[in-house]
T-cell receptor, first 113, second 116 residues
């Protein structure tokens, strides 16, 4: 069976500090991978998606970047966090060519102080 | 322009009653898909139900059914016999894009509270 992991679960970081959130998927090959952000009380906003190693598409201009160094690993980064980067970050995967359903990870709650 | 609209920010429903959560969408694609996800307070997104644009019958999954009205561009979620555990945020989402390059657009959600 497939599982998706995210860590850390919660993170409190000061403004201007770097960020690295990690997402890994087990039990499947060549998944499509997605990073979403959910601001408090809001819906999900797609930040990045990837259809393969090294292939990253950005949906919105922002202070964040994403990388996919391995097939089942997706990393969200920032060099300098802003207050507005606070939120709940969710990673998701879907089967390639069959994006009917996206499976979500448990999420990382980031607070920038 | 908003692609997914959920007009009910919050709803209160008596336990065991049926509830309908509204969702309207906007797309020019012929092929698309509509989803409903549940997000409890823990934050995880739980897939509930899916309806493809070419599916002629409304999707059903246990107590969940999707009332798909294509001409009106609506995809309402119906929960029958609501339970206390149904209290959560509910998000409607739409899939667009080509195979292997699909993206989901989410609505702003509806917070459902089941009253005992």
């Amino acid at each position: 069976s497939q599982t998706i992991h995210q860590w850390p679960a919660t993170l409190v970081q000061p403004v201007g500090s770097p960020l690295s959130l990690e997402c890994t998927v087990e039990g499947t090959s060549n998944p499509n991978l997605y990073w979403y952000r959910q601001a408090a009380g809001r819906g999900l906003q797609l930040l990045f998606y990837s259809v393969g190693i090294g292939q990253i598409s950005s949906e919105v201009p922002q202070n964040l970047s994403a990388s996919r160094p391995q097939d089942r690993q997706f990393i969200l980064s920032s060099k300098k966090l802003l207050l507005s980067d606070s939120g709940f970050y969710l990673c998701a995967w879907s089967r390639p060519g069959q994006g009917i359903k996206q499976y979500f990870g448990p999420g990382t709650r980031l607070t920038v102080t | 322009a908003q692609k997914i609209t959920q007009t009910q920010p919050g709803m209160f429903v008596q336990e065991k009653e049926a509830v309908t959560l509204d969702c309207t969408y906007d797309t020019s694609d012929q092929s698309y898909g509509l989803f409903w996800y549940k997000q409890p307070s823990s934050g995880e997104m739980i897939f509930l139900i899916y309806q493809g644009s070419y599916d002629e019958q409304n999707a059903t999954e246990g107590r969940y059914s999707l009332n798909f009205q294509k001409a009106r561009k609506s995809a309402n979620l119906v929960i029958s016999a609501s339970q206390l555990g149904d209290s959560a945020m509910y998000f409607c989402a739409m899939r667009e894009g080509q195979f292997g390059n699909e993206k989901l657009t989410f609505g702003t959600g509806t917070r459902l509270t089941i009253i005992p």
